[in-house]
């Protein structure tokens, strides 16, 4: 079973940036998709962005773009979220997730149904 391990988090300035990571283990994570989304108490979890296996294809929540990047290193088991220019509506724990039911797929998933396996989240909080 996959396991992943969310770190990265912390307090910033609006404006500011962060850099998440998302350690995996325990599975091939190289053929998986993975993704980051967020949540705020009282809300839904939200998508944020995901990464093919390969890093062939990316795609952005409109909220983030142009600010996030996603990206992964498959030799070190990790996906990365490089957070720039961060505003307080950025808020939330930060959720890794996968894929794992289906391998090395060039379509990324944008919805938190596709995904089956989580990390237990990262804090960000940005101070205005």
Not at 32 to 43: H, L
Not at 54 to 75: E, L, P
């Amino acid at each position: 079973q996959l396991q992943l391990v969310e770190s990265g988090g912390g307090l910033v300035q609006a404006g500011g940036s962060l850099r998440l990571s998302c350690a995996a283990s325990g599975r091939i994570f190289s053929r998986y998709t993975m993704g980051w989304f967020r949540q705020t108490p009282g809300k839904e979890r939200e998508f944020v962005s995901t990464i093919t296996w390969n890093g062939g294809n990316t795609y952005y929540a409109d909220s983030v773009k142009g600010r996030f990047t996603i990206s992964r290193d498959n030799a070190k088991n990790t996906v990365y979220l490089q957070m720039n220019s961060l505003k307080p509506e950025d808020t939330a724990v930060y959720y890794c997730a996968a894929v794992t039911k289906v391998y090395y797929s060039g379509v990324y998933y944008s919805r938190e149904y596709d995904y089956d396996t989580w990390g237990q989240g990262t804090q960000v909080t940005v101070s205005s």
